[in-house]
Every structure is written in C-alpha cells, then in structure tokens.
C-alpha cells in the first residue's frame, strides 16, 4: 500500500499533521485482483495492455483486461458482490460501467459480448477499469486457455487480440512476435508485421509449419514466391484486419443502441444506477433480456462472411482489384472471426 | 502462469540484444531501457508514470442515449478491441 498526505499545517512554525490513507495503485490493484481470482477459482487470463507490461513492452494504460472462463462469470459475479460487503468485507464500490457492454453472464459473453467494470477499493483510491472478455476478439477462450500459463495470456494471444484498428496496437503486435520468434517459435509467423522478422522467422520454420501456417496466413506464401511484394501486401492485410474489426465492433455496438432505446422507453428507466453490484448486475441481466439484447450479434458465418466482404470491398478501392491479391491477403473466416 | 511465461522466474532467460533493439526501434529508446530493467525496478517505474500521467480510458465516450455526445460514438476514431 502507498500513503498519500490528506490534510497538513499552514504554517511553518506549527506542528505538520498528516492523516493518511491507503491507496492502492494500478498494479497493486491487478495483482490483488489476480489473487482474488486465483483463490476463487475463476479461470482468467491478464490480457492486454497490462499483459504487455508483465512481457517487458511498456504500455502505460491503467485498465485490466482479463479474458474469463466462460463457464466461471457465476463465480466471478458472486466474488464481485462478497467483496463489496461493508463491516465483514472489503467493502469495494464496483459499477457497471455506463458505456456499452452487456453484463457479466455466460450467455451473452459466448456471444463476444464485453463487460466494463469501475472498481474502487478504497476511498482514496482512483477508480480502476477493468474489461472482461468471455471470447476475446479473433479468439476463442478454449483456445486462448489451452495455448497460455495459468493467469497470463500467451504472447500470441495478446498479439491476436491487438489487430485492431488503433494505430498504437500494431507495434505491439510486432514485438510480441519479436519475442516468441526469439524462442524459435514459428507461429509467430502468423503476426508478426514487418518484412525483416518475417524473412528471419521464415527461416527458422521447417517445411511442414511454413504449409500449416500458410493455410492460416495466406500472405506467407509471398516468402517463396512473391507476386504483389510483401511490403503491399503487409499494408493491404493491416487494412482488411482493421475494416473487419470496424465491422465487428458497429454490429454490437447497433444493437446496444436499439436495446437501449427499447429500455428508455420504459417510464421507470434508470441507468446506470448506485446500487450495490448484486442489484445493478440483477437490473441489467434482467434489461437485456426483457428488451432483447441478441445475444450473438455478428449473426453466424454468414454475418461474419459480410464483414469480410465489406472490408475487403475497402481493399479494393484502395489497391484495386488486382486478381489474386484478396485471396493472397484474406486469412480463413475462421481465423478473423471465430 | 508456467515457466515459459513468468516474466517474474528469475530463472527466465534475458532476451536476446535484438529484441530491446527492435523495442527501440518500435517505441523509442527509453522504453527499451525501462525493458532492460530487473523486473521490479520496472514495475517501480511504471509506478511513478502512471502516478504522473493520467493515460487516455479509449472506452470512455458515452452515447447520447446516457446523455454523451451524440456524434462521439459514431465517429469515434479509434474503436476499442
């Protein structure tokens, strides 16, 4: 715990008091965080910014991303309620956030639906953000648990999750990739963004990984023959995985804003509300479905295929539509959006 | 966590020279020496940036059903993950 000075004397000549109070900083407040996890056994992996940091690549955001066991977010909730508790407990004071996210149930997070949390353990204390992801992004948990440690997620995993459309995520993805290549792991070949650490990776693979990752990454098949270059085609995928995270993103976020609308129209609306955690998480679990949050947004393979198609509609405008250049770019659907 | 992954094993390797030249060469060379640092001494320092600079919440924009900004959501550049 840090102590900050909350009140002290004007004046010189008198005595300095100071009335100190706990604090708890950003990653004390993971940490502690993490150990409740642990000793609750909901299965969680740091993700993220903060998993970043814990990779030795410096990124100075505050907020915790955890991805959830989808089948422990009953735990996670009961553990939430128990540490909001006054007297006998930790007396937290824990919010949904007001911005969109459905709540922290099984059902919608299967969906690829996000929570959004502000905790704050102490009076003193800034609030801390916390983000919880049932499927993260271009994953799947089952796949993000079976690949990673116990609480933190592969490097691999956080480079999958970091192909967004914010320019600040793709240098990560190539450090991260820098780092596992350094391992001579060849799946780092199914990230990493820049031409030279992709040639020295290329190397380190044998033949059978090159075919196995090429079926996954189309564009290395440029390493032995190339056709459109590989700076072009780097650039070109770049765009197709930031127009598709655009596509996935409006999808939830159009039917947050329909579901809200449906729920102000009720007279008694009210949202977010101060309530303790167990009564807000019982309004919005109850809202979401009373006024009919879907649960699955991007509408099955055949809503995914029409994110693609319209990101790669952008890949033409921009680069034309050079015959094979799609093909040699797009990665499988099931690759972007599992 | 397994000992492939815990950057807090003392028994994890040092990275190889290119990997904090590419961290130089991606984020600048200040966040490539704060990455050469023990483990601890990073996490001091992380302490005292985040004690001095209040970092942007990308999440933070309010729809204007909740009383936000009403464009914000639409045109809000970048999206979050």
């Not at chain 1, 604090?23 to 910014?49: I, K, N, W």
């Not at chain 1, 820098?178 to 044998?206: F, M, Y």
């Not at chain 1, 009373?290 to 809503?303: S, Y």
């Not at chain 1, 295929?305 to 509609?313: G, P, T």
Request: proline share 6%; with cysteine; glycine share 6%.
């Amino acid at each position: 715990m840090a102590f900050i000075p909350l009140k002290q004397g004007r004046d010189a000549g008198t005595l300095v008091m100071f009335v100190v109070e706990p604090m708890t900083t950003p990653l004390q407040f993971y940490r502690l965080f993490r150990d409740l996890l642990r000793e609750q056994g909901v299965r969680a992996l740091l993700t993220s910014g903060m998993a970043c940091v814990e990779y030795g690549i410096q990124e100075t955001t505050k907020d915790t991303d955890w991805i959830i066991h989808p089948d422990d977010f009953e735990k996670l909730v009961s553990l939430l309620c128990r540490q909001e508790k006054g007297l006998s407990g930790a007396n937290w004071r824990i919010s949904y956030r007001g911005i969109f996210g459905a709540p922290l149930d099984r059902e919608y997070h299967l969906g690829g639906w996000t929570s959004h949390l502000i905790i704050q353990d102490v009076p003193s204390s800034e609030e801390q953000r916390l983000d919880f992801f049932g499927q993260p992004p271009r994953l799947t948990a089952e796949k993000a648990f079976a690949v990673s440690g116990d609480e933190l997620a592969d490097e691999l995993v956080v480079a999958q999750m970091k192909k967004t459309d914010r320019d600040k995520d793709w240098p990560m993805v190539e450090a991260l990739c820098d780092l596992v290549g350094s391992r001579k792991n060849a799946e780092a070949l199914l990230h990493a963004r820049s031409p030279d650490l992709l040639k020295a990776l290329w190397t380190t693979a044998s033949e059978d990984q090159r075919k196995t990752l090429m079926k996954r990454r189309p564009l290395l098949v440029e390493m032995d023959t190339p056709r459109f270059g590989l700076r072009k085609c780097l650039a070109a995928e770049r765009t197709l995985w930031e127009e598709v995270n655009k596509g996935r993103y409006r999808r939830f976020q159009h039917e947050w804003k329909q579901f809200i609308r449906r729920w102000r129209g009720q007279n008694d609306f009210a949202w977010p509300v101060s309530a303790s955690f167990d009564r807000q998480h019982d309004l919005v679990c109850g809202a979401v479905r009373q006024h009919e949050l879907p649960l699955e947004p991007l509408g099955g393979a055949e809503g995914r295929m029409k994110i693609v198609e319209n990101a790669q509609s952008v890949i033409v405008e921009i680069y034309g539509d050079d015959v094979g250049l799609l093909e040699t770019i797009t990665p499988p659907l099931e690759e972007m959006l599992p | 966590m397994n000992a492939k992954n815990d950057p807090m094993n003392e028994s994890h390797p040092e990275h190889p020279e290119e990997f904090y030249e590419k961290l130089a060469e991606l984020f600048g060379q200040e966040k490539a020496d704060w990455a050469r640092l023990p483990y601890e001494e990073r996490m001091k320092e992380l302490e005292r940036l985040h004690a001095a600079f209040n970092t942007p919440d990308d999440l933070s924009y309010w729809p204007p059903e909740l009383g936000g900004d009403a464009d914000a959501v639409e045109r809000s550049e970048p999206f979050p993950k």
